[in-house]
Every structure is written in C-alpha cells, then in structure tokens.
C-alpha cells in the first residue's frame, strides 16, 4: 500500500510540472501578445500622426497656391517648401480661363527622406460670366446709322435697320432682322411687378418631390396672325445649369402636341443670361413663324439634364390671371413631351409661370450703306453690296442696288465679282443681347459687398494711382483728365460717370485673361442719368497694363473692361465715345451708343449706334467669349467638392 501511495504522489508531481510548465507558457504568450499589440499601436498612432501631418502639409500648399495666384495669375507652383514638420511640392495647370488644377504632395519630414508622402489635387475657380461677343457691332431695335466716312471692321448684327451715309462702310456681313413689337401680345407678370401676392419659386428640369418636372409648359394664344419674334421666361438658378432648348408646339386637347410636326419654333436658353435672382431672360427662334390667332400654343421648357445643384427656377403665380387670351392657361410639367402624361404645376389647374410672347411687326431695311460682304435684309436701297444680297422679294431691292450687285466696281475689293440674288428670303431672325438685366444684377450685388465710397457735392472723384472695385459709389464718378485709375473688380455707379480728357483706365494684373464692369446704373433715374462720356484720348486697357513708353495699351491678353450704361432714353445717348477713345467693350441696354470723329473700340454693343463722321469700330475675334467676373480682383478659390486624394 505504501509503495501505491508513493508512486502516486510521483505522478502528481509530474504533472503539476507540466501544468506549471504550460502556464508559464501561457503567460509568456500572452506577455509577448501585449508587448506586441503596444509596439503596433505605436506604430499605427505614429502612422495616423504622419498620416495627419502630411495632409495638413499638402493642404497648406493648396491654400498657398490659391493665395499666390489672387497674387500672379502667372503662377505655376513651387518645391520643396518647408511648412509645420515637413515640405510640399505644389503645381498649377491651367484647365481653361476660370479653372486651374492645383496638385500638391507633402513629405513627411522632407522631400529627401520622405517617411510618408501624400498627394492632394484640387481645381482652383473664378466666378465668371462668359459673355459670347459674335459680332463686332450688334445693335437692338435702335438701328445703326453710319455717318459720312465712318467704318465697322467686321459684321453687324442688327435688330433695327442699317443707315449710311457717304462714305460710310462695313467690311465684313450686315444683318437687319425682322421688326419686333414694342409690347408682347400676350404675357404674365404679375409676380414680377408685384401684383400677386401668390407668388412660388417653379423648380424645373429634373424630379422634384417625386414630380418629373423634365419639361415644364405655359399655354397662350396669340391676339393677331403675325410672325412670332421672341419670347421672354422670368427665371433664376442655382448652380450652374447648362444652356436649355425651348420650343413653341401646337396644343393638342389641352396640352403640348406630341407629334414633332407640331413643334413650330425652337429656340435656346443660354444659361450665362439666367442670375442667381429674377430676371426676364430673352429667347429668340431659328426660324420666325407665322402664328394663328385661332390655335393655341404652347412654351415649352426642355429639360432633363438638370439636378437639384444645378438647374434653373421658372417664376410661377399660383393664381391664374395676365395678358392673354387662353383659357385653361395654367402651367403643365411631364417626364417627356413627346410620349408622357401632363399635370398641372397647381392641384387647382390655376397657377401660371411668367412669361412674355412678341410678334413681328413692320419692316426694317438696309439703306445708303456700303457692304462689303454679304447684306440680309427684308428690304435694300441705296446700297452697294460687294458680296450677296439677301432680301424678302423682288420688290424690296431698288434698281441702283440690284445693278450694282450685277456689276460692282469701286469701293469693292478687286478683282470685281458679281454679286447673288436671293429672294424670296425671310428676314433674319432677332439676335437676344449678350447681357441680361440679370447678369446685371448679379455684378452690382457683387459691387455691393465690396463697400460703398462717400461723395462729395454728388460726385465720387478718385485720386490719381488709385485702385477701386468691387465697390458701388452712389453718385457721379468723375475721373479727372491725365490721372489713372485701376479697377479691381465690379464698380457699381449709381449716376452718370465722366472719364476726363487723356485718363487712363486700366485693369488689375491680377485678372490675367479675365475681364469685369463698370456699370452706370440709377434705378431711381433711368431716363435721365446713367449716362457715360469717354472724352478724347481716353486709354482704356486690360489687365496687360499700360506702357508710359508708347502712351498706348499693352497688346491685349484677352481681358478687358466693359462700360455698361442702363439709360432707358430712346432720344438720348447712354455713351459717348469722343475722338480717339481706345479699346474697350461699350454696352447699352435701352439707349444709344454716340462713337464720334476718329473714335475707336473693340466692341460695342447698344439699343441702337450712331457712328459719327469718320469714327471706327475694330472687331477682336478675342472677345468671341469673354469671361466677365463678378468677385474682387479675379479672386480665385477652391471649387466645392473639387478636394481629392491622389494615390
């Protein structure tokens, strides 16, 4: 029994070593997890720091980036510059005029020894306005006369008619469109003169609440047969919405025809007119038909392609009511036009969306002038066309004009080729104007929050050297003779605005291929002040700067500074340009523009022109599209989600 007892205890022994054994193998395990898992959480919080450091470094040179830029629109990034623990390399490639890609990686605590890097890219944007200039000369329903010798190097557009004298020619192709009327035939409003107290925002273009608001239509019916002219939406956006088509279709049973052979006009929205508030957007047709006072017709709003951060917004009067004779004339919203159902913008079938329709009326004509090109109007007399003439009918040309077009001499270019005949031709149709009251407004609102000068004895008169913009100065601004004055963004001038004899205006180098405003604009006096007088050797320049050398403007980097005059007077000049007044864009929107003796410009636009005796206007096939900005000093800034990681 003992040697039993013996032997057992020698077992237990045994294993108790072993279990000992193990445990310590356990512990050992266990210690070496820990010592493991704390080196690895070292290591990872060691990580997540250098992670956090590099990206604040690679920030930092994005911001440095967008800061050297509002600096030297000419900067294209640095190396290796140090910032907090480590460096960042920055580069700027221009995408186009208002965006640039800025990348930047950082290096973690330098570019040699990097422990870790990190790559950031961002776009750089300016606020900007492209403001599409096809026409050396394009004019509204004022006309154009051109005084003995004067001269436009380049085409006309005109909405009026075409006037000349002895002397007088245009180098390049005239256009007189067909005659609007002052007043729309049918139209709503209410809303925006504030008749109704009813009035909603109508998003459109894409699904909203469920609602596929693709196309949105108003119903009208004409007062009269005539040709339709234009049409007028009161719209806004958000974002930056793209050009829309809209389109004039027949009705079909109370709504718009789904048969294509309907669709009687099409025309396009172009999204740069459409602000961020209210504003009557002009739409002009393709073709200018014949509308039946008998039918109704529908406007229809084309869209699809929209989003909620991009899309336009359509006026809309939840009461039914306005200037037209359709009955049943709410709005309508559908997927498609073509193939799907229409609802009503209103549960009530009662609501209206802001709009205006003007017809044709009378005719315009080109008259005394001599064309270099072609020449498009309903009627010609008095002319010599070197190119092709194009006219409503046989009648509608004189005798002198047609025999010239058969056999040209001098003033044409040699060697003498015959001119073309075309008739019947309907006249062209009226060209919308490249600005709308509400880009206007959108540059003032920008003026505005630059501040706002005090004036002496109503006028604001800036010392010589001196830099203004964005800024509104509510009274005359006055630049005195031989002083400059630099203009670093949108001015607002709510008077009249006189550049002295031999002051030069210039651009901020900081703009580079960018341009801005200056607005004369009293909303409180719009037919009597608002008026710009550019007296003689006026130097306007762009952001190339001026050379004190040759007493002339740098050459032009494509940026300039538009004059933009508001004067709502029919018998009064909004501008005058005087002898020998350099480049500049001149715009006028219910006035017209004088460019008197040996005047130059490199664009203008207004209501209506008068050339005076030997004054001339050079087209630059820069301002095609220019971008106008409405920020301070072109200020560039991150775009919003632009932010990426680059692996």
Not at 128 to 140: E, H, L, M
Not at 354 to 374: C, R, Y
Not at 396 to 409: A, E, H, M
Request: glycine content about 10%.
């Amino acid at each position: 029994m003992a040697l039993r007892l013996y032997g057992s205890t020698v077992s237990q022994r045994g294993q108790l070593l072993i279990i000992a054994t193990i445990f310590l193998a356990v512990l050992f395990i266990i210690a070496f997890s820990l010592s493991f898992a704390v080196t690895r959480s070292s290591t990872t919080i060691k990580k997540t720091n250098y992670e956090k450091k590099s990206l604040n470094v690679a920030e930092a040179g994005i911001q440095k980036a967008i800061s050297t830029l509002n600096d030297s629109s000419s900067y294209t990034g640095e190396t290796n510059t140090a910032f907090g623990d480590g460096q960042f390399t920055t580069s700027v490639t221009s995408i186009n005029s208002t965006t640039k890609q800025i990348d930047a990686t950082a290096y973690i605590p330098n570019a040699a020894n990097p422990i870790i890097t990190k790559h950031l890219r961002a776009n750089a944007t300016i606020d900007a306005t492209f403001i599409s200039f096809t026409y050396g000369v394009q004019i509204g329903e004022g006309g154009l006369t051109l005084k003995q010798n004067s001269s436009i190097t380049g085409s006309v557009y005109s909405n009026g008619s075409i006037i000349g004298q002895t002397g007088s020619f245009i180098t390049g192709d005239a256009y007189v469109a067909a005659g609007v009327d002052a007043t729309p035939d049918q139209f709503h409003d209410a809303c925006a003169t504030g008749s109704s107290s009813t009035c909603q925002n109508y998003d459109i273009g894409y699904t909203v609440s469920s609602q596929k608001r693709n196309d949105v239509a108003q119903r009208f019916k004409p007062n009269t047969n005539k040709n339709l002219v234009k049409a007028s939406l009161r719209l806004k956006k958000t974002g930056t919405p793209s050009d829309a088509t809209i389109m004039v279709i027949e009705d079909d049973n109370g709504v718009p025809s789904g048969n294509g052979g309907d669709i009687v006009a099409t025309g396009t929205l172009q999204g740069s007119l459409v602000g961020s508030s209210y504003g009557w957007i002009d739409i002009t047709f393709a073709a200018n038909p014949s509308l039946i006072d008998s039918k109704y017709y529908w406007l229809v709003f084309d869209g699809g392609s929209y989003t909620a951060a991009n899309h336009f917004i359509w006026s809309y009067d939840n009461n039914a009511g306005g200037n037209y004779l359709a009955a049943n004339a709410n709005g309508k919203y559908s997927e498609n036009y073509s193939n799907k159902p229409w609802n009503n913008v209103n549960s009530n079938a009662n609501g209206d969306l802001e709009f205006k329709i003007f017809l044709g009326s009378g005719t315009t004509s080109i008259d005394g002038a001599i064309i270099k090109g072609d020449a498009h109007a309903h009627s010609i007399s008095n002319s010599k066309i070197c190119g092709s003439a194009y006219y409503y009918g046989a009648s509608t040309i004189d005798s002198s004009s047609l025999n010239f077009l058969n056999s040209p001499g001098n003033p044409c270019d040699t060697p003498y080729t015959n001119g073309t005949s075309y008739q019947p031709i309907a006249d062209p149709t009226p060209q919308a104007m490249m600005i709308s009251d509400a880009n206007i407004t959108d540059w003032e609102t920008s003026a505005v929050a630059g501040g706002t000068k005090t004036c002496t004895s109503g006028s604001y008169t800036p010392a010589n050297g001196e830099t203004i913009g964005p800024v509104k100065i509510p009274c005359n601004l006055v630049i005195n003779g031989g002083e400059t004055v630099t203009i670093n963004g949108p001015v607002w001038v709510a008077g009249d605005i006189t550049l002295g004899n031999s002051s030069i205006i210039k651009l901020a180098p900081g703009f580079g291929g960018l341009s801005t405003t200056v607005i004369a604009d009293d909303p409180a006096n719009l037919t009597t002040k608002g008026i710009i007088d550019v007296n003689n050797g006026v130097k306007v320049c762009g952001s190339a700067g001026y050379n004190t050398g040759t007493n002339q403007c740098n050459p032009s980097n494509g940026s300039y500074i538009m004059f933009l005059s508001t004067h709502h007077n029919a018998t009064t000049n909004g501008i005058k340009l005087k002898n020998n007044s350099d480049g500049a864009i001149f715009y006028t929107t219910q006035s017209k523009i004088e460019v008197e003796n040996n005047s130059s410009a490199k664009q203008i636009t207004g209501w209506g022109v008068e050339l005076e005796n030997n004054s001339n206007i050079v087209y630059e096939i820069g301002l095609a599209s220019s971008a106008f900005t409405t920020g301070p000093g072109a200020s560039w800034t991150v775009a919003n989600e632009s932010w990426s990681e680059i692996p």
